[in-house]
C-alpha cells in the first residue's frame, strides 16, 4: 500500500542554523502538508501547498519556514534560523481530496 | 480559531469492552476524520465522514457525523490491546484542526 515517507526520522540541530525536512508523498496525490506536534501536544497545521504553490498557512508558518516541490517526487519544510520551541515532531501529509494521509513524522530537536 | 474538544479525554477499559467518544466543534463542519497515533508515529487514518447524519464503519469501528453538523462520534466493539493509543477528530477542510485527543488505555 502506498504511504507518505519522511526523513531524516530524527534531526538535531544547533539553534540559529537551517533545516530541511524531507517527505516524499503518495504518488498521485495532488495537495501536500505540514503539520507539527509538540511534545504532549495535538497535531498543528502549519502550510498546505497545490499545483506548485502555498494554498493555506497558519500563524506559526512565518517568514522563517519555506516549502518547495523540487521535483515531481520530493516535498520540503525549511526552517531558516532554528529556535528552541521548533523542537517538535513535523510531520508530512498529502491528499487526493479530503482524505489526508500522514507519515512517520522527523523529530526536530533544537539545542 | 477553531476548537475541537473531544471527550472523554481518557478512557480505561477491558479488553472486549466497547468504546465510545465524541468530539464537538465551535463551528459546523463539511467533513470529519478520525485518525489514531501511537507513540512517536504520524496520524493513521481510521474514517471519514462527508454527510450529516452519515454512519460509517471500518471493520469494528464505527463513526457518525451528527446531525448539527457541529459533533461527531467514533465507536470501537470489542476493543482489543492493540487499539490502544489516542484518538484524534479533526476537520473540516484542508487546514485540519485536530480535536484535543482521547486516550484509550486497556488494562490487563
Known amino acids: 500500500e502506498p504511504e507518505v515517507t519522511q526523513t531524516p526520522s530524527h534531526q538535531v540541530t544547533q539553534m540559529g542554523q537551517e533545516v530541511i525536512l524531507r517527505c516524499v508523498p503518495i504518488?498521485?496525490?495532488?495537495?501536500f502538508y505540514w503539520y507539527r506536534q509538540i511534545l504532549g501536544q495535538k497535531v498543528e497545521f502549519l502550510v498546505s501547498f497545490y499545483n506548485n504553490e502555498i494554498s493555506e498557512k497558519s500563524e506559526i508558518f512565518d517568514d522563517q519556514f519555506s516549502v518547495e516541490r523540487p521535483d515531481g517526487s520530493n516535498f520540503t519544510l525549511k526552517i531558516r534560523s532554528t529556535k528552541l520551541e521548533d523542537s517538535a515532531m513535523y510531520f508530512c501529509?498529502?491528499?487526493?481530496?479530503?482524505?489526508?494521509?500522514f507519515g512517520p513524522g522527523t523529530r526536530l530537536t533544537v539545542l | 480559531g477553531q476548537q475541537l474538544n473531544q471527550s472523554p479525554q481518557s478512557m480505561f477499559i477491558q479488553e472486549g469492552e466497547d468504546v465510545s467518544m465524541n468530539c464537538t466543534s465551535s463551528?459546523?463542519?463539511?467533513?470529519w476524520l478520525w485518525y489514531k497515533q501511537d507513540p512517536g508515529e504520524g496520524p493513521v487514518l481510521l474514517i471519514a465522514l462527508y454527510k450529516a447524519g452519515e454512519l460509517t464503519s471500518n471493520g469494528r469501528l464505527t463513526a457518525q457525523f451528527g446531525i448539527t453538523r457541529k459533533d461527531s462520534f467514533l465507536n470501537i466493539s470489542a476493543s482489543i490491546p492493540s487499539d490502544v493509543g489516542i484518538y484524534f477528530c479533526?476537520?473540516?477542510?484542508?487546514?485540519?484542526?485536530f480535536g484535543t485527543g482521547t486516550r484509550l488505555t486497556i488494562i490487563p
Open positions: 463551528s459546523i463542519f463539511n467533513t
Open positions: 479533526a476537520g473540516p477542510n484542508e487546514k485540519l484542526t
Open positions: 501529509a498529502s491528499s487526493v481530496w479530503y482524505e489526508q494521509f
Open positions: 504518488s498521485n496525490h495532488l495537495y
